[in-house]
Nanobody, 116 residues
Framework: QVQLVESGGGLVQAGGSLRLSCAAS????????MGWYRQAPGKPRELVAT???????NYADSVKGRFTISRDNAKNTVYLQMNSLKPDDTAVYYC??????????WGQGTQVTVSS
């Protein structure tokens, strides 16, 4: 069974930084693309950033220039470096990967809270 486990969430003041990690139970070459999504209370889940096996990245306009997605193939881990955090970034952040072009796998989520 393919599993994704997120970590690194927490409480941070506005302007601060956090790095989220998503560890896969399989080779991340089998998960393409991989991405981060977030869901704030009362709002739909939205795309934050994705990265392909070839390293092509895509970002939501709201996080461009502040967030960076990256992958460590040797560790089967994808990261989301979040800088200049804003209260609007408060949400549960989820990792997702498309497994063998067949189905999506989601992590359990990690809470990020940004205080003003």
């Amino acid at each position: 069974q393919v599993q994704l486990v997120e970590s690194g969430g927490g409480l941070v003041q506005a302007g601060g930084s956090l790095r989220l990690s998503c560890a896969a139970s399989v080779s991340i070459f089998s998960l393409n693309p991989m991405g981060w999504y977030r869901q704030a209370p009362g709002k739909p889940r939205e795309l934050v950033a994705t990265v392909s096996t070839s390293g092509i990245t895509n970002y939501a306009d709201s996080v461009k220039g502040r967030f960076t997605i990256s992958r460590d193939n040797a560790k089967n881990t994808v990261y989301l470096q979040m800088n200049s955090l804003k209260p609007d970034d408060t949400a549960v952040y989820y990792c997702k990967g498309q497994y063998l072009n067949a189905y999506d796998v989601w992590g359990q989520g990690t809470q990020v809270t940004v205080s003003s």
